[in-house]
């Protein structure tokens, strides 16, 4: 069973996209902040990571670029899920490290779809 880290601020996103995954079988973790997804990166080894963009702190953007250049967590791959729809926000998730883009809110099918992709390619 693949392990999934959710770094996500919204306490209602982060109930909707956990219970998603785990009725396909995913075990997941959350974090509210990009430091604690950070560190729950490097201590639990997930073999993915869901991104929101907007949080306090560290955005997901800024997040996403310090995993990518951590050899602990550079090979975990990032599907950034937000609600910024525009060209310019997947281009800037894809250059900060990030391998996916999905916008919110999000479609049950999509996100399985998009997860499972992934997953194949590690």
Known sequence: MATILLVEDS?????????????HGYQTLTAATG???INMARNHKPD???MDVVMPGLNGFQTTRKLAKDEQTAHIP????SSKDQD???IWAIRQGARDYI???VKEDLLI???QT???QI
């Open 11 to 23: 306490p209602t996103e982060a109930y909707v996209i956990a219970d998603i995954l785990a009725r």
């Open 118 to 120: 992934h997953l194949a």
């Open 78 to 81: 990032v599907i950034v899920v």
């Open 35 to 37: 430091e604690e997804g």
């Open 48 to 50: 993915l990571i869901l």
């Open 113 to 115: 779809d998009r997860v």
């Open 103 to 105: 916008v919110k809110p």
């Open 88 to 90: 310019t926000d997947r």
